[in-house]
């Protein structure tokens, strides 16, 4: 059963600690993102990946972090230097621009709320 | 930079109704365009997609958008809506040049009444 699962689906920090959201794609996209979801602002682009081991800044990566070692995962660290961390966190995927070219679509995850203690 | 705008932060429609959410863009090019519908607490499901051709579009659920250049809007349809179309509504924007990255509009939360 193909898909992208997030995990865990609630996730609580404590003040000055890194958390760890994963992501997992099965159906061999090659490109992963990351948003975030605030209430009344949409979803915004923290980072994206076109390819293993690459990855670049999305409009919000301030405080986060990620890699990208293998196709199928796409982990995204929430810093503590992310002082508001709070938000439901959206990872998607897509086939990439190499092997679909620029008319992509975007499958998402079924998210990860992040809570501060 | 490109933006996406929904006017509307809720709608309220009775079962049975019809229903149009807004949605206009700014985008130098030629936008791709896309909705997409959150349930609560879950992630989002893409309804359907414009790249270019014919601009009226059809998607899933019976879900219907129209293109219209000459007013940068990108309108969702459905004729008759169900109980189980309550949800929140995203319009967004790809930026090709940007590594395909998308320019999401602020939602727009639909309740169904009986």
Redesign the interface.
């Known amino acids: 059963d193909g898909g992208?699962t997030?995990s865990p689906k609630y996730l609580f920090r404590k003040e000055g600690q890194n958390v760890t959201l994963s992501c997992e794609q099965n159906l061999n996209h090659d490109?992963m993102?990351w948003?975030r979801q605030d209430p009344?602002?949409?979803?915004?682009?923290i980072y994206?990946s076109?390819i293993v081991n690459d990855f670049?800044k999305?409009d919000i990566a301030e405080g986060y972090s990620v890699s990208r070692e293998k196709k199928e995962s796409f982990p995204l660290t929430v810093t503590s230097a992310q002082k508001n961390p709070t938000a439901f966190y959206?990872c998607?995927s897509?086939i990439g621009?190499k092997r679909e070219g620029?008319?992509?679509?975007?499958?998402?995850?079924?998210?990860t709320?992040l809570l501060v203690l | 930079a490109q933006s996406v705008t929904q006017p509307d932060i809720h709608i309220t429609v009775s079962e049975g109704a019809s229903l149009e959410l807004r949605c206009n863009y700014s985008y130098g090019a030629t936008p791709y365009l896309f909705w997409y519908v959150q349930s609560p607490g879950q992630g989002l499901q893409l309804l359907l997609k414009y790249f270019s051709g014919d601009t009226l579009v059809q998607g899933i659920k019976g879900f219907e958008a129209e293109f219209k250049r000459s007013q940068s809007s990108f309108n969702l349809r459905k004729p008759s809506v169900h109980w189980s179309d309550a949800a929140e509504y995203f319009c967004a924007v790809g930026e090709p040049a940007a590594g395909n990255k998308l320019t999401f509009g602020g939602g727009t939360r639909v309740l169904v009444k009986p």
């Open positions: 992208i997030q490109a993102y948003y009344g602002q949409g979803l915004r682009l994206y076109q670049q999305g959206l998607a897509s621009i620029l008319r992509e679509t975007q499958y998402f995850g079924p998210g709320r």
